[in-house]
């Protein structure tokens, strides 16, 4: 069984970094592409970034420049640094693993598995 586990969320200042990790177990991901979504209170879900099996990148626009997405295959692990966060990035943050083999999208409901989501709060 698929497990995600999401963490390195937390309250930070606005103009300062967090970095997220999400851990993956139950079989390898090295040939899925692998995202990252976030859901601020009263939106809906939104696409941030996602890796595809050969470590090609895409960002949404509010994120570009400012979030950097990669992926340790050996360790099964998936990271979003982000810097310059702004009140605007307030969300719980997911990450997920894309359905289909070496396949990628910014859909969200390409994504088959997800994990539980961890908080990040901006301060302006």
């Known amino acids: 069984q698929v497990q995600l586990v999401e963490s390195g969320g937390g309250l930070v200042q606005a103009g300062g970094s967090l970095r997220l990790s999400c851990a993956a177990s139950?079989?390898?991901?090295?040939?899925?592409?692998m995202g990252w979504f976030r859901q601020a209170p009263g939106k809906e879900r939104e696409f941030v970034a996602v890796?595809?099996?050969?470590?090609?990148?895409l960002y949404a626009d509010s994120v570009k420049g400012r979030f950097t997405i990669s992926r340790d295959n050996a360790k099964n692990t998936l990271y979003l640094q982000m810097n310059s966060l702004k009140a605007e990035d307030t969300a719980v943050y997911y990450c997920a693993v894309a359905r289909w083999w070496r396949s990628s999208s910014t859909s969200a409901g390409d994504f088959g598995s997800w994990g539980q989501g961890t908080q990040v709060t901006v301060s302006s």
């Open positions: 890796i595809s099996y050969d470590s090609v990148t």
């Open positions: 139950g079989r390898t991901f090295g040939n899925y592409a």
